[in-house]
């Protein structure tokens, strides 16, 4: 069983790593760690009988951290990274379980899948979802067992940088939400296009179903340093995450404790 720190030095000093997973891994590694210190809190007598979903798979980090600590994973994304030689390379090396799925609002690939997994990880996806959600919500209710947990991740809309740059944006009549710098400068399958506060996370789940307990925890994994280029934003986010309701990010918890219903119906107009 490796942790978080040892496992991704092993991928950033690996010589046929490319250069931007390097940097990827090496921004992201405290999220890394974090979600390290959340799986070694589960109580799991045998983890190989632990059945977990990553959807969002990507490059497979998340899923390839599962895999050391013994879990049974399975690693949902696009064709366009399972078509990819290392992926399917490392997929192979760390036996984890590939599941092709092109429409997240109706992942078909797992529909006729029930109580199945104990954890499903949702990482940095929540702020990119375009579509209704509750189809998607209703089928991982569905894959879901009783006493599972859905772990998230996602940058927290009251960050004190870009609440700042909001109402600085729209004292001077510039914009609201994301920019068009942003929509037209980012090579992506999907801008931040709505961020969270923790209030508005616990509201989402509560329309779904009373059956979801969530906990959310502020917290920063970006680490500036004080100097150019964009010092005031650097400030600005080192005071932030001083507090909770301004730190950068949230990390989300939600406990299916039962399943007694669920709530809400897709719109169909």
Do not use: C
């Not at 992926?87 to 529909?111: F, G, H, T």
């Not at 616990?202 to 502020?218: A, C, G, Q, R």
Request: hydrophobic share 35%; proline share 4%; glycine share 2%.
């Amino acid at each position: 069983m490796k942790s978080s720190k040892i496992l991704f030095n092993e991928i950033i000093n690996n010589a046929n790593t490319p250069s931007k997973e390097k940097e990827y891994l090496t921004f992201h590694k405290n999220r890394f760690n974090r979600f390290d210190e959340f799986l070694n809190k589960i109580p799991v007598p045998h983890q190989q009988s632990f059945k977990v979903l990553e959807i969002g798979s990507h490059y497979l980090h998340s899923s390839v951290l599962l895999s050391s600590k013994g879990f049974n994973v399975d690693s949902m994304d696009v064709s366009e990274f399972w078509e990819l030689d290392f992926v399917q390379l490392r997929a192979k090396k760390y036996n984890l379980n590939p599941i092709v799925e092109n429409d997240l609002s109706k992942l078909e690939s797992i529909s006729e899948t029930y109580d199945k997994y104990d954890l499903i990880v949702f990482t940095e996806i929540l702020e990119h979802i375009t579509f209704n959600p509750i189809s998607f919500w209703k089928r991982i209710y569905q894959i879901l067992k009783s006493k599972g947990i859905i772990y998230i991740t996602t940058p927290n809309a009251f960050s004190l940088p870009y609440l700042v740059r909001n109402l600085k944006n729209i004292l001077f009549l510039k914009s609201t939400g994301i920019t068009i710098d942003e929509i037209m400068s980012k090579v992506t399958y999907g801008h931040h296009w709505k961020e969270y506060s923790a209030p508005e996370i616990k509201k989402y789940f509560s329309f779904l179903s009373s059956d979801f307990e969530v906990e959310i925890n502020p917290y920063q994994y970006k680490s500036y340093d004080l100097k150019p280029p964009n010092l005031v934003f650097k400030i600005l986010s080192r005071i932030g995450n001083m507090t909770n309701i301004f730190a950068d990010d949230l990390e989300v918890i939600v406990k299916l404790n039962k399943k007694t219903g669920w709530k809400i119906k897709s719109p169909t107009h």
